[in-house]
């Protein structure tokens, strides 16, 4: 039997690409969904699934979307991507701290149990080249590229935990690496890393310009073992004890290029790297070994593997 089973779970951001796929995986179970709509219809269907229509920057909103919910997957609000961080710090920060604060105080007058929020494995860290661990995230600074966002994630942790001091509700707290996968975000103007290379290699652009010098090192993640990872937290450390949830592995970006390259047969491509173009940090890497001690939690699916179903789910869209 499921955790999850003859539960009514809540996923915010249940129609961008991290909450479509906390929906998917959850429709596996006897559970209901609630799935607040905003300016995006579902991307996965399911019977199991409620819509609401709601904006959860109003309270109101808030409350009836957390109505009778016994547990929350808190993956509304934007994301920051390269070019977000440097030309539209603002936006990001301010979105996902007001619909925080009013889903946190929906959940703690609607009496939910449980709620998991998103803080960052990637921007809220100081900057530092080895692997960091979670008692290191307020020792310094984030890296001045991510000062802004890097803190309103640290302050999601910190209202996250005052929530579960003022009221019953139990609130456990993940800091993802890179995450990518099927539902991505495509967008040239707003993905990340992994979908932008892989939208740009089935463009088939040559030269394959790339930012940076290849070298920067990243921690990434399949999002279906994001997924699983988060599970294992809400069900298993739901005291404001905030975990990495990540691979543990160390990926150079021209390694993961290559590899895109490959697999979208594009073995011939020209590769430039632009060091002129704005990068975030050089180095990011993240011990897990927290969520293997107290989750049970690794990673199953492979950077190889992960990249191809990826592009493979890519290439079904742009059919």
């Known amino acids: 039997m499921s955790y999850f089973d003859n539960k009514t779970v809540l996923v915010t951001g249940g129609t961008g690409f991290v909450g479509t796929n906390f929906v998917k995986e959850l429709s596996k179970f006897n559970t209901k969904i609630i799935v607040p709509i905003h300016k995006r219809d579902l991307s996965f269907q399911s019977e199991k699934i409620q819509t609401i229509n709601a904006d959860l920057s109003n309270i109101d909103d808030c409350l009836k979307v957390c109505e009778n919910v016994d547990y929350i997957f808190h993956a509304a609000g934007m994301v920051s991507a390269a070019r977000m961080t440097v030309n539209n710090p603002m936006t990001a920060i301010s979105t996902n701290l007001i619909v925080t604060l009013r889903v946190l105080e929906a959940a703690m007058k609607q009496n939910v149990k449980k709620i998991l929020l998103f803080s960052s494995g990637t921007t809220g860290y100081p ?34 935990n005052f929530a579960s001091q003022k009221s019953d509700l139990q609130v456990a707290i993940c800091r993802p690496t890179g995450v990518y996968g099927s539902y991505d975000d495509f967008d040239p103007s707003t993905s990340h890393v992994i979908p932008a290379l892989i939208k740009r290699a089935m463009d088939k652009e040559n030269p394959y310009v790339v930012w940076g010098n290849g070298e920067e090192i990243r921690d990434f993640l399949h999002v279906r073992d994001l997924v699983q990872g988060c599970f294992l937290l809400l069900e298993k450390n739901s005291n404001s004890d905030p975990v990495n949830i990540g691979s543990g592995k160390e990926y150079k970006i021209k390694d993961i290029v290559k590899t895109i390259l490959d697999l979208t047969d594009n073995k011939d491509t020209k590769i430039e790297f632009d060091n002129t173009k704005p990068t975030t940090i050089p180095v990011r890497k993240v011990n897990v070994d927290k969520a293997k001690k107290l989750l049970g939690f690794e990673m199953k699916i492979s950077l190889e593997d992960g990249l191809k179903e990826t592009i493979d789910w890519y290439r079904s869209k742009i059919k």
Do not use: C, K
């Open 127 to 160: 900057q530092y080249n080895h692997a960091v661990t979670e008692d290191e995230m307020f020792n310094e600074d984030p890296a001045e590229i991510y000062y802004g966002y890097g803190w309103s994630r640290r302050y999601t942790e910190i209202l996250g």
